[in-house]
């Protein structure tokens, strides 16, 4: 960026010490780009009336963001074997300093990451942003959700308390009855033609690596199209219209999920 | 810079009524596979797939039409006036041997190699995911004890561990009532305790008397508990409100059929629990019941009746 000429000249110490800031960054920068790809994600343009509704998105990232760290600490205590799976929740809760905090960080965060997805795709459906060009999104969208979900029902049976044993015993003969494939479905998901050890780790294993690593997956795939598609105006946009005042070109910097709403500005 | 914005672009195919049509008919197999499976529900189908095929058809209109032959360059007089050199001049017929290129050869072999060493892989990977669940399994014959243990007309919350190794995870309940002597044979009825609706412990409707609890040591690793009970309404399922009489049938709620039994036999004059398997319902009382036996099915899944069809084969268990 250029720099505005009435600006004051910096004194030899700032730049020294920007020029100390800025030398790994460059270093980093020629060897690899990353820094420019970081910079052209986070200060890319978005249409000038994008709206509060449009952080839901970046919320339901930092919850599942939030969800891979505390479940990755807790699994450093928990043991996923019938003798101990609840003892060892028992110890993170009440013994393990922290314990209670982050396992209840885990908890109640889980149903914060499916809340915030069911108003991130609420917002999309009502801005109409699903539609062209933008369907594939709404797809990866969709898969994200319904790992989530697996995410809850594989995470339900971990403490191995009589409300996880019954509910997943529910959960999985329920899925029983779904027709044909049904019964093979169930015996695959506990791993035998009953709920004991091999189902607890089972699900643990795919509660934490198998879904996690497919959910990290399509959240690069889901930001990728966001980035190369764009935002979407919100459907009362003038810009959009073409009526707006805000017309030739003129777009306003933001983060992603830290985006302005602009009405004022335009002087609505 | 503006970031190009696609809202404007046509939306291709165009509207149609097909997809709204085809949505009534699905809408109609649902509905006719409640109301009346045999005449609604085929009609359904039947708009499905003619609006479904007429949806394909005019959704795919554009990628069926034939290209239209693309012209020749130049073709016409200048062809005449200007005859083409020689193919030798413009570019040499390829050889024989260079039909297929070593570039193209080398890059057909590297993803084929690839995806040849990938399948090997992933192959056996997913088949210890997938197939243990469906080896070995099995219900182990468990001893429950001498029969004097089973007083005649009495029913018992049996308890015993299925597996002893496993631990309390196996634990596992059934109702067992003695019936007398039938044949000169002891007849027992013996309720599995898993509702068939989505398989929760269900409860004896009526008092059970922990007072009397009895526990029998078979082995180091097995004990057998029996509690006394009187279960004059049945059985009830506390997760959905599923109710069964005291055979097993069932009377309210959710479940689509009668309880599960165990298969008995008497050893030594001790009574041996032998596998589960399903009942459609049960005709009569005690040892004079008439029990509708199927093959064992998960809970929810019908083993009578028109909805059977959709469980046809059950994984080995």
């Known amino acids: ?268 | 810079m503006m970031e190009p914005q696609h809202g404007d672009r046509p939306h291709l195919p165009g509207p149609s009524l097909y997809p709204i049509a085809f949505a009534a008919g699905v809408a109609c197999i649902l509905v006719g596979l409640i109301v009346s499976p045999l005449i609604i529900a085929p009609i359904g189908a039947g708009i499905a797939v003619f609006f479904g095929y007429l949806w394909a058809r005019d959704a795919t209109k554009e990628y069926r039409r034939t290209p239209a032959p693309i012209e020749p360059e130049g073709a016409g007089t200048d062809l005449v006036t200007a005859p083409p050199p020689p193919p030798e001049a413009a570019m040499a017929e390829p050889e024989p041997g260079e039909r297929f290129p070593r570039s193209r050869f080398l890059e057909a072999s590297t993803l084929g190699l690839g995806a040849v060493i990938g399948g090997l892989v992933t192959i056996p990977v997913i088949g210890f995911m997938v197939v243990p669940p469906f080896k070995g399994q099995g219900y182990p014959t468990v001893d429950l004890g001498p029969l004097e243990n089973f007083p005649e007309g009495k029913w018992l919350i049996t308890t015993f561990a299925e597996h002893p190794d496993q631990g309390l995870v196996s634990h596992r309940t059934v109702f067992v009532r003695n019936n007398g002597l039938l044949n000169n044979e002891p007849s027992f009825t013996i309720i599995w305790n898993r509702c068939v609706h989505l398989g929760c412990p269900v409860q004896p409707n009526g008092p059970v008397q922990p007072d009397q609890k009895k526990v029998v040591t078979v082995s180091k690793i097995q004990q057998i508990s029996l509690t006394p009970t009187l279960p004059a309404g049945g059985f009830g399922c506390p997760c959905h409100g599923g109710q069964y009489d005291p055979e097993g049938n069932r009377t309210a709620g959710p479940p689509v059929r009668a309880l599960n039994r165990y298969n008995y036999s008497i050893v030594n004059g001790r009574l041996v629990l032998g596998t589960p398997y399903s009942v459609s319902h049960v005709d009569g009382t005690g040892k004079d019941a008439r029990i509708h036996a199927y093959k064992l099915a998960g809970p929810g899944m019908h083993v009578d009746g028109w909805e059977q069809i959709f469980y046809p084969v059950q994984p080995p268990h």
């Open chain 1, 1 to 268: 960026m250029a720099v505005a000429p009435t600006r004051p000249k910096k004194s030899p110490g700032r730049q020294k010490l920007e020029a100390a800031v800025n030398y790994p960054l460059d270093w980093l920068e020629e060897r690899s780009g990353l820094i420019g790809g970081l910079k052209y994600f986070l200060f890319r343009k978005v249409p000038g009336d994008t709206n509060w509704f449009q952080t839901l998105g970046s919320a339901t990232l930092t919850a599942f963001l939030i969800q891979a760290l505390t479940g990755t600490i807790l699994a450093m205590y928990y043991k996923p074997d019938p003798k101990n799976a609840y003892p060892s929740i028992v110890r993170i809760s009440n013994d393990i300093w922290g314990g209670w905090l982050v396992r209840g960080m885990h908890r109640w965060g889980a149903s914060v990451f499916i809340i915030l997805l069911f108003l991130h795709m609420g917002r999309v459906f009502l801005f109409g942003a699903y539609k062209y060009p933008r369907e594939l999104n709404w797809v990866v969208g969709v898969l994200l959700l319904v790992l989530g979900m697996l995410e809850g029902f594989t995470g339900y049976l971990l403490p191995w308390d009589q409300t996880s044993y019954w509910a997943t015993t529910v959960g999985i003969n329920l899925n029983g009855t779904a027709p044909f494939l049904g019964p093979y479905l169930a015996q695959f998901l506990q791993g035998g033609t009953y709920i004991h050890a091999d189902t607890l780790s089972r699900f643990y294993a795919i509660h934490m690596l198998l879904i996690p690593g497919a959910i990290f997956a399509l959240i690069g795939l889901h930001l990728y199209l966001v980035v190369r598609l764009g935002v979407t105006s919100p459907p009362w946009s003038k810009d959009a219209a073409g009526t707006g005042p805000s017309q030739n070109g003129r777009v306003k910097k933001g983060r992603i999920g830290l985006v302005r709403p602009s009405s004022r500005r335009n002087g609505k």
